[in-house]
């Protein structure tokens, strides 16, 4: 009896098996690749994220630069601006001498 179930056993794992064992192995194959397309689009995805984290640094710098460049111009325009204003206080003053002179 401890041969027939034994026997049964193996009757059991041998007919079913074929197509189990087949199944398993499309499936296992299958998720091979499933996981090796996910290591692969990892990788990508890491390459991808230094390139942004790269771009991200590079744009701020490039705001930063734009930043002060603004910060100096603005200065500058101030200073320029007072220029033009003591220019213009020295016109008005140079033609009222101008008129006090000609009257």
């Known amino acids: 009896m401890g041969?027939?179930?034994?026997?049964?056993?193996?009757?059991?794992?041998d007919d079913p098996p074929t197509p189990t064992n087949v199944t398993q192995n499309i499936l296992t194959q299958f998720l091979q690749e499933i996981c090796a397309e996910i290591g692969s689009l990892n990788d990508n995805?890491?390459?991808c994220s230094k390139d942004v984290c790269r771009e991200v640094t590079?744009?701020?710098s490039r705001v930063d630069d734009l930043e002060h460049t603004v910060?100096?111009?603005?200065e500058d325009q101030?200073?320029?601006?007072?220029c033009v204003n003591a220019l213009e206080q020295q016109n008005i003053e140079l033609?009222?001498?101008?008129e006090d002179l000609g009257n």
């Open 3 to 13: 041969t027939e179930k034994s026997e049964g056993t193996l009757d059991s794992k």
């Open 95 to 98: 033609q009222s001498k101008q």
């Open 45 to 47: 995805f890491k390459l």
């Open 78 to 82: 101030e200073f320029l601006w007072r």
């Open 71 to 74: 910060d100096t111009r603005a």
């Open 58 to 60: 590079e744009i701020g």
